[in-house]
C-alpha cells in the first residue's frame, strides 16, 4: 500500500504477532489479499486513473503549442486548341501542355494561452481535487471491505477446525461411554434401552462430526477466495489495535474517519463545484495566441515563401442561449441538492453501524463472561454425573445430557469468541482503520456550504 492514507493499517499489520515459524499469521493473509486481491487492484488502477485528471485539468492553465507540417504535389495538364474556331474555319486540333510536378510545402507553430475564462478552469481543478479525494476515500472503502472478509475467512478457519476437533472429542467422548454401557448391558446392569441411547447419540455425534468438516470445508473456500491461496497451519488471532474504547468516541471517529461518509461529502463538493463551472461558463472568456507559419507564396512559385506572423486577443461573450446556460445551472443545483442529502443519509448509515456494532460488542462481552462462567459448571457438573452413574445414583440418559450440554456450550464459547472478534473488527473498519490525514478531513467542514446548517458534532473524547 503506497497511499499514505492507510497508514494506520500498515500499523496494524505490522503489529500482528508472528505466532510459530512454521505458521501463518493474520499479518500475513492481510498482506497477501492486500497484494493479489483482483477487485482491489482494479480499484487502484481506477484511482490512478482519476489521479490524472487533476493533473489535466491544472495543466489547463498553462500554454498550449501545437504545429502543423503540410507537403502538396500538383500534376497539372492543361489542354486547349491551337486556333479558335469560327463560322467558316473548324477549331484546329486540340494542344496539350503539361506543367510536371509542381510541390509545395509550408508549416505553422501555434501557442495559445487562456487568459480569463470566468473562473471555469479554477472550479475545473476543485472539481477534479474533489473528485480524486472522493476516489481515494471509496478505495479506502474496499479496502477496509476485503480486511474485513481476510479477517471473517481467518476468524471461520480457525472456528470450524475448533467445532471439528471437538465434534471429534465428542465421538471419542460418547464411544468410551459405548463401551461401558456395552459392559454393563453384558452383565445385565443396564437396559437395552441405555444401550440404544447411548448408540443414538454416538450417531448423532458421527453426524455433527461430518457436519462440522462441511462447514471448515466451505471456511476455506472462502479463505482462497479472500487471500488467494489455501490455508495453512494458522496462528492464533491476535489482538486488534486501535478499536475505540467508548461509544463516544467511536462515534466521533466515524463522523471524522468513515470512508463512505467522507466519499458521500467529497462527491458533495464536486456537484458544488459544478455550480460554480455552470454558472461561469455564461460569463466573459479572454485568451492569446500568437502563430508563425512559413509556405509557399503560391504553388507554382515555389521558390517564393510567404513568412507570417499573427497574434490575437480573443474575447467571447455568450449573449443568448435560448434558456440551456440557466437550465445547466438548475440542473447543477439539484445534483448538488440530491447529492448533499446522500451525504446526510451517509452519515446516518454510519452512525446507526456504530451503534449496532458497538450494541453487539458489549452484549458480546458480556455473553462470554457468562458462557465461561456456565462451561466452568457444567464441566463440573458432567464430572459429577459420571462418579453418581457408577455409584447408580444417575441414569444413562442423564449422563448424556450433561455430555451433551457440555460439549454445546464449548461450541457456544468457541463461536461467540469468533463472533466478538469479527464485531470489533466491523467497528474499527467503520472508525479508525487507515484513518486519512487529519487536515485533509477538517477541510471537509471548510467547504461545507455558509447556507447549509452543518452536522451536528459528537462531543470530543479524549
Known amino acids: 500500500m503506497t497511499l499514505p492514507r492507510i497508514a494506520a493499517l500498515t500499523v496494524l499489520v505490522a503489529s ?24 482491489l487492484l482494479a480499484d487502484r488502477a481506477d484511482l490512478r486513473a482519476l489521479d490524472e485528471r487533476y493533473v489535466q485539468a491544472r495543466a489547463a492553465f498553462g500554454p498550449q503549442a501545437s504545429v502543423n507540417f503540410q507537403e502538396n504535389y500538383n500534376n497539372s495538364t492543361l489542354t486547349t486548341p491551337k486556333t479558335a474556331a469560327t463560322s467558316t474555319t473548324p477549331a484546329a486540333p486540340m494542344h496539350t501542355t503539361h506543367y510536371g510536378w509542381i510541390d509545395g510545402n509550408g508549416f505553422r507553430v501555434t501557442i495559445a494561452q487562456p487568459l480569463y475564462d470566468g473562473g471555469q478552469l479554477e472550479t475545473a481543478l476543485s472539481t477534479a481535487l474533489a473528485e480524486v479525494l472522493a476516489g481515494r476515500e471509496s478505495l479506502r472503502e474496499q479496502e477496509a471491505n476485503v480486511l474485513n472478509e481476510v479477517i471473517g475467512a481467518y476468524a471461520d478457519v480457525l472456528l470450524y477446525r475448533a467445532l471439528l476437533l471437538i465434534a471429534n472429542q465428542d465421538v471419542d467422548i460418547l464411544r468410551a461411554q459405548m463401551t461401558e454401557i456395552e459392559a454393563k448391558f453384558a452383565v445385565k446392569e443396564v437396559t437395552i434401552t441405555d444401550r440404544a441411547q447411548t448408540q443414538a447419540r454416538l450417531i448423532a455425534s458421527r453426524i455433527g462430526v461430518e457436519r462440522a468438516r462441511s462447514s471448515l470445508r466451505g471456511a476455506e473456500a472462502r479463505y482462497v477466495a479472500a487471500v488467494g491461496q489455501a490455508p495453512g497451519a494458522l496462528a492464533p488471532l491476535p489482538d486488534l489495535p486501535g478499536v475505540p474504547v467508548t461509544i463516544d468516541a467511536a462515534l466521533n471517529a466515524a463522523d471524522a474517519f468513515n470512508p463512505a461518509l467522507l466519499a458521500a461529502r467529497y462527491t458533495e ?53 435560448s434558456g440551456s446556460h440557466a437550465s445547466r445551472v438548475r440542473q447543477a443545483v439539484e445534483n448538488d441538492n440530491r447529492d448533499a442529502l446522500k451525504a446526510v443519509d451517509a452519515r446516518r448509515q454510519a452512525i446507526r453501524t456504530v451503534s449496532r456494532a458497538w450494541n453487539d460488542l458489549v452484549a458480546r462481552r458480556q455473553l462470554l463472561v457468562d458462557q465461561r462462567a456456565q462451561l466452568k459448571e457444567e464441566e463440573k457438573a458432567f464430572k459429577g454425573y459420571k462418579i453418581e452413574d457408577k455409584l447408580g445414583l444417575r441414569s444413562t440418559i442423564d449422563v448424556l445430557n450433561a455430555e451433551q450440554e457440555y460439549q454445546s456450550t464449548k461450541v457456544s464459547l468457541f463461536q ?43 462531543s470530543t473524547v479524549s
Open 16 to 39: 500482528l504477532p508472528a505466532g510459530r515459524a512454521a505458521a501463518e499469521t493474520l499479518g500475513d493473509a492481510i498482506a497477501m489479499a492486500y497484494q493479489t486481491n483482483p477487485l
Open 269 to 321: 463538493v464536486v456537484t458544488r463545484s459544478r455550480i460554480a463551472e455552470a454558472r461561469a461558463s455564461d460569463g466573459f472568456q479572454v485568451s492569446l495566441s500568437a502563430s508563425y507559419g512559413r509556405e509557399p507564396y503560391t504553388n507554382y512559385l515555389k521558390d517564393q515563401r510567404l513568412d507570417a506572423y499573427e497574434a490575437s486577443v480573443t474575447v467571447n461573450k455568450p449573449l443568448f442561449t
Open 416 to 458: 461467540g469468541y469468533h463472533d466478538e472478534y469479527l464485531t470489533r473488527s466491523a467497528l474499527l473498519s467503520a472508525t479508525t482503520l487507515g484513518e486519512p490525514n487529519r487536515a485533509r478531513a477538517k477541510a471537509i467542514l471548510c467547504v461545507w456550504p455558509a447556507d447549509r446548517p452543518r452536522p451536528p458534532q459528537f
